[in-house]
């Protein structure tokens, strides 16, 4: 029992640590509130593009969520960080992360927003239509509140997900807390 607690609660391992988890804490955060912004407005975007029904642009997106869905995050973490350069386009650790955890979470955004849109019945679309709104005010009066609060909950759960997935950031040399919990145990 003295083992661990010297090893789990040394205070002098505590003090020389604690200031590193908690800087690893911060950048996690604020990767974590860059990400799902970014990849949240850009699947409600794609999600709203693929609505227009253009079947080449649909197509494309269909291509690219799936592809974003099917390839492990790390993966693509690891593509843009050590590919990109490759092609005369570099980025720190920190933007890499972004991006790629920006991509995959609006891959799966776009995925709930279309099929909280699909779920909205037809006769929405109709009566908002027959009453004089354009597409614009169609989406956003009638079709979006409804269609947002079905895509609450499974928003929810990717963007917890995608919290976690800021670990992946230690692999491309992003201080996040796992990184530095990991260095301070070494």
Do not use: C, H
């Amino acid at each position: 029992m003295s083992a661990f607690a010297d090893t789990f609660f040394n205070p002098e391992i505590l003090r020389t640590a604690w200031p590193l988890v908690l800087s690893g804490l911060w950048v996690t955060l604020k990767l974590t509130a860059l990400i799902l912004p970014s990849g949240i407005v850009f699947g409600l975007a794609l999600a709203v593009l693929r609505s227009r029904g253009i079947r080449l642009v649909n197509f494309l997106i269909v291509g690219l969520v799936d592809a974003l869905r099917a390839i492990p995050p790390l993966v693509i973490l690891i593509l843009i960080f050590f590919a990109l350069p490759y092609i005369e386009i570099s980025m720190s650790g920190f933007a890499a992360s972004w991006l790629g955890l920006s991509l995959v979470l609006a891959a799966f955004s776009e995925e709930i927003f279309w099929a909280a849109l699909l779920s909205v019945p037809t006769g929405q679309w109709e009566a908002a239509r027959a009453t004089g709104l354009g597409t614009a005010q169609t989406l956003s009066f009638v079709i979006f509140p409804q269609a947002i609060r079905l895509a609450i909950p499974p928003l929810t759960n990717r963007a917890i997900a995608i919290g976690k997935a800021t670990a992946l950031a230690s692999v491309i040399a992003v201080p996040e807390i796992l990184n530095q919990a990991s260095n301070v145990q070494a």
